[in-house]
């Protein structure tokens, strides 16, 4: 059965792989290691690709070894820094279409998350200590959620979570509440200001 075509769009990214019939070597020694890079460095130039990682393998230098050290390694579907992920979920954030994987679109939603409440407590003056000791139900805490939950794709539970609204249930109630209130005013805009 052939592969499914391969969705392409403009910044997308992708993890590419060559592997050997057989799982024969395809780099029988630097040579062809060197002749490899030469041309994939030929299609970047060509095609305004942008490598942001790759490794040369050999089936047989995979030994068994120490899997704690290859925990460092093993985070999902990115391999770097912090700093690297977090750039990489706010290049893609509004570009997830719907191949992609749920545990990235759920990052991306949280990262889209994080952001808008840095922006609400910089709006408000708040630090992350203010937004914990406000009443569950002050306005503007209230405000925050229901940005949340407009502009993320974020479940009502991590909502709740993340804006120390109560339990799931409390935090449903107050949101429909609030955006019962926003539909009322008319235009979307409300005693919320959003």
Request: with cysteine; proline share 2%; glycine share 8%.
């Amino acid at each position: 059965m052939p592969r499914k075509l391969r969705i392409e769009y403009p910044g997308a990214m992708y993890h590419v792989m060559s592997r050997g019939n057989r799982r024969q070597d395809i780099f029988l020694d630097d040579v062809d290691r060197h002749d490899f890079l030469k041309t994939l460095a030929e299609a970047c130039q060509k095609t305004g690709w942008q490598v942001h990682a790759y490794c040369l393998m050999e089936a047989r230098r995979l030994e068994p070894g120490d899997e704690a050290a290859l925990t460092v390694f093993r985070r999902g579907w990115y391999v770097g820094s912090e700093v690297f992920r977090q750039e990489q979920l706010a290049r893609m954030e509004g570009k997830l279409g719907e191949h992609h994987a749920g545990q990235l679109r759920r990052e991306t939603a949280e990262a889209k998350g994080e952001r808008i409440i840095a922006e609400e407590l910089r709006r408000l003056g708040w630090s992350e200590r203010d937004l914990a000791i406000r009443r569950k139900n002050a306005p503007d805490r209230v405000a925050i959620a229901v940005r949340l939950r407009r502009e993320a794709t974020l479940s009502i539970k991590t909502i709740a979570a993340r804006v120390h609204l109560g339990t799931s249930n409390t935090a449903n109630a107050r949101l429909h509440r609030a955006m019962k209130e926003l539909v009322a005013a008319g235009s979307g805009q409300g005693a919320f200001g959003i």
